[in-house]
């Protein structure tokens, strides 16, 4: 394992990505840094024809430890403790957390985590309803 990335390169990449974002609006460009790897998302199980299963990115570890947990255990949020699942009948709760957890960003984070955060939710309250496409499907956090 590499040691960690020097904040000053950490920021250099992140300016790249923001340029590529800019230049290229209709790709979703993602810098994988070590130590700070995309390790919290929503998924289901593969279906049949599908050649992988679906993934919803919630956050990577370090965005998901300083501000997803505080903001868990102070709203009571439950459908996106890791590790849990739900099903369908838990659908409007998770839609429901993910608004308070959209509030309690706005005022408690500031900058980039903020807009990551941000985007995170509006994939979430846009993919969740989408990945229910079966009555049993159950979808994982973790």
Known sequence: MGKPFAPALREAVQAAMDRLSQEFPEYEFYAVLEGDKMSVSVSRDERPGEDFGLEIFVAFQS?????????IEELGIRCF??????????????????????????RNVTGKDRDEILMRIEGLEKGLPEAFDREDTILYVG
């Open 63 to 71: 965005i998901y430890n300083q501000y997803w947990e505080p903001a």
């Open 81 to 106: 403790i890791a590790p849990t699942c739900f099903g369908k009948d838990k659908l409007k709760q998770a839609l429901r957390e993910l608004g308070l957890m959209r509030e309690w960003t706005n």
